[in-house]
């Protein structure tokens, strides 16, 4: 068989021979959406990688990109690479601290930044030791103004670029192609990086049925952002399947985005459960009737997503509302709760159960979940530490001596803690981290807050463990709601008695404390330890 | 990134933990249907591991399979591999000389027979000289009366084998799989080498929604046989994604099949244009009224698929008809006919036209169409020879001189001349041997043929090059009838009239001969050089 490597070129070059004229969807400000064809797309792309050569661009060099989700950064998600290059995907969101950090720590030499974000990188600029230029994405942009020395306005540089650069044809499926940082508990975020091999497989996998299917009819709203793990690989996967792509820029809203489902038929999208619950009070809350019947494919993942959310979209809202599982170190698609053939026969709220989980591991991945007496049954029950290998899982942090922790014996520890259900679907019931350990049973603070999340007070909800002198642990629900709360003694009481019906005594919070808002991380999984801190000095 | 291998264990183990209660249903005789569930499938695999391990099997060795399409050689579909060595899929349909040469030249240690194929190796087996033993898979199977010393019944083995076998973890992706010989216009057949990472690879292809989107929910029954090509990689791609699996086994007729597709609800079946126009006979003359809607998908493929047979499946029988286009060489799937989205608003005959041809390449493969001035324009019009590139497509003939006439700087050269449509679609026009050239321009005999067999009265239609004196060579027609023919000339006259509606004068063929079959290869394509030497004589 011939040696042809798996490279993202090859999904380049797909893109130019047989979707030129399908379109990239764009929307870079409050006022501009630019509609480009994937031919265009093609060039301007292929225009990026003939600048980055006049960077004296290296195999193996890392490019920071600092920016929202465009065409522009979808241009750098393939000129980086496909020139042998490395994307390092800065999470905006992150700390100046750790944004320092990790773009010293990847010695990013170039940097790709939105002008609307520059501010941010202006005021750390001094402290970064690797960056020697900076090209900024946007529609007018002005580089006079700024204090950076060597920097660039991106449309310039491509309007001057020559026409007639072609990536290089030799790149070996495993050379590194990018990279993200991924925040730890504690200390600095800790980088992974992705290789054409990876990637390339790692999207492919969309495009099957037992994922999300993507395919050419579709149109792909990624809301996920791709500074947050490629996208979930859908930018990526987009381009190879000629996908119509709307990528919905900086500052979106419910609202905006619901405007773009209406507006380009989107069919389908994916982002974390906070982006749903907010389309939801959208939904609901707007006046003049809204059009999401083009949608086909709800994805959401990144922290769990509460049954209340899914069965409203699906039931009233009629759009099938599916989980993904991952993970920064996984690329990061590992299992998907699509509905299998013998659940045809269930009973809605059986469906809804299973829907709700992590799913079921997609081709070529393989995932096991341990405890003290090896890998647990599947029933449901049983708890154990979900492992996990395959193809597009990393086997190490980027130089970092946190390896050892999380990558044993060809495996990968996620540190989550999950069931396996009689189907084969993995169900995350805790990080082990954030387990409740009261009188040495587990309690599951994602199954009480799923709980807490179904009642029509609850806006969000996050349970902790707080120390107690009997039982080492005892578990702590934080409620924000959807009101301002008239009577907080009766609210507590009726919500303990709503949790009462489905939980043992024992599991029950010992307190409910009532928040304005649950801190989150910058990729917005709730951020318990902070959580814990902050509420041990309230509760003293 | 892991360095996980993609070898085909993973699609066993794939079955084993999340399809165990799935179902392959398998006749093996005219009166015997099996059921087993994947779980014992599973067991009985790692069982037939064992015995070939007490065989003294070592990594690389070869084993011929010499049967049906049936659950026990499903086993060996993963058996042989997942142990290490290599599956030879013997084609039963050559002829004695061939299979001779291609078990030698394969160096086949053990062979697989099927209990009603033995009397074809027993008839060959004294000019075997590699083959050390035979194992006669069968429902009740007697060997005592074969003169073959060292022969097995395949169930005995197994039910006298080890449980506790399991197949190496530590498989190279690289590592030959299987292998297939593929008929040469002159001479012995040639051998393919299949690697772990190419059938993975393209398994996987088939659960994309650009090709099959083979997924759980299907029940795949591949007409195919399973000792050509893969099975087109059904079989394979079933094990992964867990389909209902229905394997038609020896001696099959459309009215089985139709059986079949009615009692196992089958949605997915892929064989040549042969089966679907005797399925079609089938169902038109059928007294009882046939229900094949469960069906959301025929794959048709190996020769080309007339336009009036895929109409009829789409338009009466509601059943999407699609083509896909591939060869021994390339494992098989290049290119599939589904529609893409710009065809929505195409009229039925135009959405024909594109059905009709052999599709959109599949991703991760490449196809390019050259002619003497580089590649064709995507016009519909230039012809080309059509030329392959791809991580599951061969680089070589296996030990065999002729590798040299097909690959070349990299591409598979396929002898197919094509155009491409200017949605990128590949038509294959004629075969670079068949091609007829006219004066010094080509003449398609495929279309030719294809608007032929359009025609009421005509079931089958070959078209091959004769010398003539003036032009070189002109086009004959060789025509096979629905019904016995009353008035030769005046049908004669009456097929040129409606081919002169949509050819070029010079195009129509010189004569029209009417024969009672075209001649056909093992695998069912028209055997054009045969007919042409036949009728060389016989026009004389």
């Not at 809301?223 to 820029?249: D, E, I, K, R």
């Not at 001596?401 to 679907?425: N, S």
Request: hydrophobic share 40%; proline share 5%; charged share 25%.
């Amino acid at each position: 068989m011939m040696d042809t490597p798996l490279v993202l070129t090859s999904f380049l070059k797909r893109a130019e021979t047989y979707f030129g004229h399908k379109k990239i969807i764009s929307r870079t400000s409050e006022t501009m959406i630019h509609r480009i064809p994937y031919k265009d797309f093609v060039v301007r792309t292929k225009k990026l990688g003939a600048v980055l050569e006049g960077f004296g661009l290296q195999r193996g060099m890392k490019i920071g990109s600092f920016a929202w989700n465009h065409h522009r950064h979808l241009e750098a998600y393939f000129a980086v690479p496909c020139s042998g290059a490395v994307l390092h995907m800065v999470n905006i969101r992150l700390s100046p601290e750790h944004l320092i950090y990790i773009i010293n720590h990847a010695e990013d030499e170039i940097l790709l930044v939105d002008d609307n974000l520059l501010p941010l990188i202006e005021s750390i600029y001094s402290e970064l030791k690797t960056v020697r230029a900076v090209i900024v994405m946007g529609d007018d942009v002005d580089v006079s103004t700024s204090d950076i020395p060597s920097i660039y306005s991106y449309e310039d540089l491509l309007a001057e670029a020559r026409e007639d650069f072609e990536f290089p044809d030799d790149l070996d499926e495993k050379l590194p192609a990018g990279m993200c940082y991924t925040s730890a508990t504690t200390g600095f975020p800790k980088g992974v990086v992705y290789t054409h091999r990876s990637l390339v497989l790692h999207a492919i996998s969309l495009g099957l049925t037992e994922a999300f299917g993507l395919g050419e009819r579709d149109v792909s709203m990624p809301v996920v952002p791709m500074f947050h793990v490629n996208a979930w690989g859908l930018p990526f996967a987009g381009v190879n399947y000629g996908c119509t792509q709307v990528l919905p820029g900086p500052n979106f809203t419910p609202k905006i985005l619901i405007d773009l489902i209406e507006s380009e038929k989107v069919t389908l999208t994916a982002g974390v459960p906070t982006i749903w619950l907010g389309m939801l009070q959208e939904l609901e809350k707007s006046e003049v009737p809204r059009d999401i019947s083009s949608v086909r494919t709800i994805v959401s993942g990144g922290s769990a997503s509460p049954k209340g959310l899914i069965k409203a979209f699906e039931q009233k809202y009629n759009v099938p509302f599916i989980v993904g599982y991952g993970m920064t170190e996984t690329s990061p698609i590992v299992s998907v709760s699509n509905y299998t053939s013998e659940m045809d026969d269930w009973d809605y709220e059986d469906k809804l159960e299973a829907r709700s989980t992590q799913g079921m591991t997609v081709s070529l991945i393989e995932t096991r979940i341990i405890n003290e007496n090896g890998e647990v049954p599947n029933d449901g029950k049983t708890m154990g530490e979900l492992t996990i290998r395959g193809p597009w899982i990393a086997d190490s942090y980027y130089k970092d001596e946190r390896t050892a922790d999380a990558f044993r014996d060809g495996w990968l520890y996620t540190g989550d803690i999950a069931v396996r259900t009689p189907q084969g679907f993995i169900k995350i019931t805790d990080r082990t981290k954030d387990l409740i350990k009261s009188g040495g049973e587990w309690i599951s603070s994602v199954d009480l807050e799923n709980g807490l999340m179904t009642h029509d007070a609850v806006f969000e909800a996050a349970v902790i463990a707080m120390p107690h002198p009997k039982w080492q642990e005892r578990p702590l629900a934080c409620v924000v709601t959807h009101k301002e709360i008239e009577d907080e003694a009766a609210l507590k009481a009726e919500l303990l008695a709503y949790l009462e019906k489905d939980f043992a005594k024992w599991w029950l919070p010992d307190d409910i404390v009532f928040l304005k808002e649950i801190p989150k991380t910058s990729v917005g999984k709730f951020l318990k330890a902070k959580l814990r801190d902050d509420l041990g000095e309230i509760l003293k």
